[in-house]
């Protein structure tokens, strides 16, 4: 078989056609989400390493991830970000873990309306969940404050509604703020031990046999303090 240089040339030059029309299409949903809901740009007003950034990121998962599965969406996540480690480089580390949140927000979508939505619906809806997302912290919109690393992602997401908690906890250790934020997690958690909650000294050997993740204290990108606390494992 001989090499047709001319029709590999045509192959190349669709698929950069393709992929400029998608990155088009991306700026535009972005340009869309930052008008809706005032996404922050960086200092020089470019959508890098910021709020939209992080939008840009977490849509684009979605979306690719909707129409052509997780395992393709993140292929293709890798493959933008070739070359660099998030170990090594926090704009790579803040793109990859945006990227994962991206993919599950796609998983959701296909759970509760299926998959063959039209695609102004699918903006919509996934535009809300990343802006939910985003407003709970479980984006990385701040890469270099951040100290958050996709490596370690099971880790250090923060998902209020796996937090676990202990006797006494809510009322002797959380303050005032953390209450509010957890009363309805924890009244629900509540329900599920009528028995009554398990003792510290419980969720520690959890934690020695895999079962659950203890956090230690951190500051958030926001400056705010987190004490550390208990929370069930991820798998991804």
Same mark, same amino acid.
């Given at each position: +078989?001989?090499?047709?240089?001319? #029709?590999? !040339?045509?192959? @190349? !030059?669709?698929?950069?056609?393709?992929?400029?029309?998608?990155?088009?299409?991306?700026?535009?949903?972005?340009?869309?989400?930052?008008? @809706?809901?005032?996404?922050?740009?960086?200092?020089?007003? #470019?959508?890098?390493?910021?709020?939209?950034?992080?939008?840009?990121?977490?849509?684009? #998962?979605?979306?690719?991830?909707?129409?052509?599965?997780?395992? $393709?969406? !993140?292929?293709?996540?890798?493959?933008? /970000?070739?070359?660099?480690?998030?170990?090594?480089?926090?704009?790579?580390?803040?793109?990859?873990?945006?990227?994962?949140?991206?993919?599950?927000?796609?998983?959701?979508?296909?759970?509760?309306?299926?998959? &063959?939505?039209?695609?102004?619906?699918?903006?919509?809806? $996934?535009?809300? @969940?990343? +802006?939910?997302?985003?407003?709970?912290?479980?984006?990385?919109?701040?890469?270099?404050?951040?100290?958050?690393?996709?490596? &370690? +992602?099971?880790?250090?997401?923060?998902?209020?509604?796996?937090?676990?908690?202990?006797?006494?906890?809510?009322?002797?250790?959380?303050?005032?703020?953390?209450?509010?934020?957890?009363? /309805?997690?924890?009244?629900?958690?509540?329900?599920?031990? #009528?028995?009554?909650?398990?003792? @510290?000294?419980?969720?520690?050997?959890?934690?020695?046999?895999?079962?659950?993740?203890?956090?230690?204290?951190?500051?958030?990108?926001?400056?705010?303090?987190?004490?550390?606390?208990?929370?069930?494992?991820?798998?991804?």
């Amino acid at each position: +078989m001989t090499y047709d240089a001319t #029709q590999n !040339n045509k192959n @190349k !030059n669709l698929i950069d056609q393709k992929e400029e029309e998608f990155t088009r299409e991306m700026v535009a949903v972005t340009s869309r989400a930052i008008k @809706k809901y005032g996404l922050k740009l960086n200092e020089k007003g #470019q959508a890098v390493d910021c709020e939209a950034d992080a939008f840009r990121h977490a849509y684009m #998962q979605s979306y690719l991830s909707y129409k052509y599965g997780s395992l $393709a969406a !993140n292929a293709l996540g890798l493959y933008h /970000e070739r070359g660099k480690k998030p170990d090594e480089d926090t704009s790579t580390n803040m793109d990859l873990w945006n990227n994962q949140i991206g993919r599950e927000i796609a998983d959701e979508i296909k759970k509760e309306k299926g998959n &063959n939505l039209d695609e102004d619906l699918f903006e919509y809806l $996934a535009s809300e @969940k990343i +802006m939910q997302k985003m407003e709970k912290g479980e984006l990385i919109t701040e890469p270099n404050k951040d100290k958050r690393r996709y490596t &370690n +992602m099971e880790k250090e997401r923060l998902r209020d509604e796996d937090r676990v908690f202990y006797e006494n906890e809510f009322w002797d250790e959380l303050d005032e703020n953390e209450r509010i934020r957890f009363r /309805e997690h924890y009244t629900n958690y509540k329900n599920l031990h #009528q028995s009554g909650l398990p003792s @510290k000294k419980e969720l520690q050997a959890r934690v020695l046999v895999g079962d659950l993740i203890y956090v230690n204290d951190y500051t958030r990108s926001d400056g705010r303090k987190v004490r550390g606390y208990y929370r069930r494992r991820h798998k991804y």
